[in-house]
């Protein structure tokens, strides 16, 4: 089935490619820089939008890798090289970025509601405040990711690894995160409305102001386990329970 679905998706690469608009990155940048915006539809998939070629964010001198407030709605860039691009307040609506590399990106405030993000590597990357509504996170790496104040209403993010992730705020409503890894997340006062958590890790992570009751998921017998260590301060449990394991070390590390 895995490998039925790997086909799948690889179809659809070459179609949307087939129907999008080919530009090269150097292009891109070009009529960016000159004061457009619109790339809407565009073509890009493997291209390499790191045009700093820097490694890491302390490489990164102001002005390069600029492309904030740039529309990408329904873009192809399966396969691309977005790692330390600045695409914060970017509308990414629809587009395709299977397998992408987005590690340390600024996507703070960018619109990624009905992309594809299957497999996509969004580690360390900054999605605070982003909306993912209806978005495929499969398979992604988010791990360290901060995804505070952001919108996965409805979005499909299952077996994806978001150890260490920031949560806190998040709108989860009927996302799906089944068999992902959220070990040590920062869900502080994230909404879980009919979210799908069956099978998920949530050890050691921070559940406080947290209502699991409006949750999808079994914590029972063996299953206790998915919560072990983690932070329960004004946790509401799925038995309507009220649990406060941990909350005082909380109080302290606030008042620090």
């Known amino acids: 089935m ?32 000159a004061g457009e915006r619109d790339f809407s539809g565009v073509a890009l998939s493997r291209a390499n939008l790191n045009i700093a070629k820097v490694k890491s964010l302390e ?12 529309n990408l709605s329904g873009a192809s860039l399966s396969s691309a090289n977005l790692s330390f691009v600045n695409l914060s307040g970017a509308n990414l609506s629809s ?21 594809s993000l299957f497999s996509a590597r969004l580690g360390h990357s900054d999605l605070s405040g982003a909306d993912l509504s209806g978005a495929n996170l499969d398979c992604t790496d988010l791990e360290y990711a901060n995804l505070s104040q952001s919108i996965l209403r409805r979005a499909s993010i299952g077996e994806a690894n978001l150890s260490g992730a920031n949560l806190s705020g998040a709108d989860l409503t009927k996302a799906n995160f089944v068999q992902t890894a959220l070990c040590e997340a920062n869900l502080t006062g994230a ?25 999808i998921i079994c914590l029972e017998l063996a ?32 008042m620090l």
């Not at 608009?21 to 891109?28: I, S």
């Not at 490489?59 to 740039?70: F, H, K, P, T, W």
């Not at 587009?95 to 992309?115: I, T």
Request: some cysteine; aromatic content about 6%.
């Open 2 to 33: 895995q490998e039925v679905y790997c086909v799948q998706h690889c179809y659809y690469e070459i179609i949307n490619n087939l129907n999008n608009k080919a530009m090269d990155v150097e292009e891109l940048y070009r009529r960016y820089a």
């Open 59 to 70: 490489d990164l001198e102001a002005g390069e890798n600029d492309l904030s407030g740039i």
């Open 95 to 115: 587009a395709q970025l299977d397998s992408a590399k987005l590690a340390e990106a600024n996507l703070s405030g960018a619109n990624f509601s009905n992309a």
């Open 191 to 215: 909404f879980l409305r009919n979210t799908n958590l069956i099978e998920c890790s949530l050890a050691g992570a921070n559940l406080t102001n947290v209502d699991l009751s409006e949750a």
């Open 223 to 254: 299953d206790i386990n998915r919560i072990s260590g983690a932070i329960l301060c004004n946790t509401t449990m799925p038995d309507g329970s009220i649990r406060n394991d941990h909350c005082q070390s909380v109080i302290v590390e606030t």
